[in-house]
């Protein structure tokens, strides 16, 4: 895991720069990245969450609440370092006129509310579901947001292809470290799960 830290910081310290936002276009990969990784782990989770839910076997139920958990951490992270980015790039810290703005706050919102509310229950099938309805929302909603000012794809359509692929790079180690989490969490879990429970 902290090799994989170390790497990330290391690309973005070498990444090219852009001509418009010069060096504060590393923190436009670093926030891309962060969504797209919390996106796919989203994505991962919705399945397993669904298995899980009406399997109710151990494995499922763990790895959909791993991978649910990671998702939301790695967006929270994305939530507060989105502040940073659009200060540096738009001179506010919070773009509320743009509806990916509003979404990424409603999301945080609404994630950190699921996860007391299923820590409270402690019912693995309810968090399984309430899990799996976020996943759902998550992917069902975005790709039906507008942009105002936010541009669609700006690194994708950049014709630079050291931009393209140092983008790419951190995204997959992003990636990577989100998936290291997840398995270090999935592995507690399963822990505390089958751990003899004592008589006193």
Known sequence: MAGL???LWGL??????ERTLGQI??????????VRASLVLFAISLPVNLIGLFSRQLAWLTWGKAL??????????????????TYAAWGL?????????????????VAIIVIIVAYVVADDR????VFALVGGMTLGLLPHLGFIQHPLDPIGTSPSNAIRWFYATIWVTSLAIGGLLALWQQGTMKAHKTAPQSEY
């Open 5 to 7: 830290v170390l790497l």
């Open 12 to 17: 973005l310290w070498l990444s090219p720069s």
């Open 25 to 34: 276009v590393k923190l436009v990969y670093l926030h891309g990245a962060l």
């Open 68 to 85: 649910t958990w990671t998702a939301i951490i790695i967006w929270l992270s994305h939530t507060l370092f989105s502040m940073v980015t």
């Open 93 to 109: 810290f919070i773009a509320w006129y743009e509806p990916r703005t509003r979404f990424t706050f409603l999301l945080a919102g």
């Open 126 to 129: 309810f968090s399984a579901l």
